[in-house]
């Protein structure tokens, strides 16, 4: 393809990029970012007494279990080659554009395992209070749990007949934004699968990864731009980047349009997919995986905080 215009690029310190042809912008990149934990409290390495908090404890472990079944379900699925890319033009705009044929969908089941595992997870602290409140030679009720709201006036009849260490631990779990952010998620999602219906759960392309090469320029070994090549260039922009323009695709059965590549120029594009909560659904576009992982150590992090400071 013949290629006639001015390209330019504007590179920032933090890996932001963006390019221009004649003075215009086609195409502009982010740099990466970290993905954030759900929880950012670290589960200490300590083996857990059994004999204390019990049921809760097996509570988890069960949600450990049908974790574990989901990605033995999820790896089968990948396994079986479900996805086909192509490139192909568009014929009414003339853009190149990637898709991804998708000849199966996530096993139902995955759904089935993943709300089992949540439902597990938000009952181990259910069980968890009503065990503080028998400790306190009190009876539950069945308004007895784990309380929804962070709102002390609506939490206490939820925890009444516990000592005051259970009080004040529970409401500062439920007052602590880091601790009732992932709370309240579960809550959420215990709320759906139980309630409502199964949760969504399938593939999405989670994000989009361009490698450019723009023509006839090469980056210096000092960090310039060269135009037509010389002694040590590099392809401009070697590293990869997210366009700014691609978002995360939720796929479905049959031909899936990924991402439009940018004309004039050539992009190496790697698409990552994974298995997430889906488009309209509470956490839509999380890992489902991830999520439940950092939701079973937040549950079995205040089930250890609870067995040494509060029993």
Request: with cysteine; charged share 20%.
């Amino acid at each position: 393809m013949a290629i006639t215009g001015v390209f330019s690029g504007t590179f920032s310190t933090n890996g932001d990029a963006t390019v221009r042809l004649n003075g215009k912008e086609v195409a502009a990149y982010r740099a990466p970012e970290p993905v954030r934990p759900l929880f950012t409290v670290p589960l200490r390495n300590r083996p857990l007494n059994n004999s204390v908090l019990a049921d809760p404890k097996m509570k988890v472990a069960r949600a450990r279990k049908h974790l574990q079944e989901l990605d033995a379900s999820v790896q089968a699925y990948f396994a079986s080659n479900p996805f086909n890319f192509y490139e192909a033009r568009n014929p009414e705009t003339g853009d190149d554009v990637l898709h991804v044929v998708v000849s199966s969908p996530l096993p139902r089941e995955a759904s089935t395992m993943a709300g089992d595992a949540i439902q597990n997870l938000r009952s181990a602290l259910d069980i968890m209070v009503c065990d503080l409140i028998r400790a306190n030679n009190a009876t539950p009720t069945h308004n007895s749990g784990f309380p929804s709201s962070n709102e002390p006036s609506k939490a206490r009849p939820k925890i009444q007949g516990a000592s005051a260490a259970t009080e004040k631990f529970v409401l500062r779990l439920k007052g602590t934004k880091r601790w009732n952010d992932p709370l309240r998620l579960l809550q959420r999602l215990d709320n759906l699968h139980k309630h409502n219906r199964l949760m969504a759960v399938g593939a999405a392309s989670v994000g989009v990864l361009a490698r450019v090469h723009m023509p006839g320029i090469s980056m210096t070994p000092e960090g310039g731009i060269m135009f037509f090549g010389g002694p040590g260039g590099t392809p401009c922009m070697q590293q990869p980047g997210i366009p700014t323009h691609s978002g995360q695709v939720f796929l479905r059965e049959g031909d899936n349009e990924l991402y439009r590549l940018v004309p004039h120029f050539d992009e190496d594009v790697r698409a990552d997919i994974g298995v997430v909560f889906g488009a309209g659904e509470i956490g839509a576009g999380q890992g489902v995986r991830e999520t439940i992982f950092q939701l079973a150590n937040l549950v079995e992090r205040i089930l250890i905080v609870c067995e040494r400071r509060v029993i």
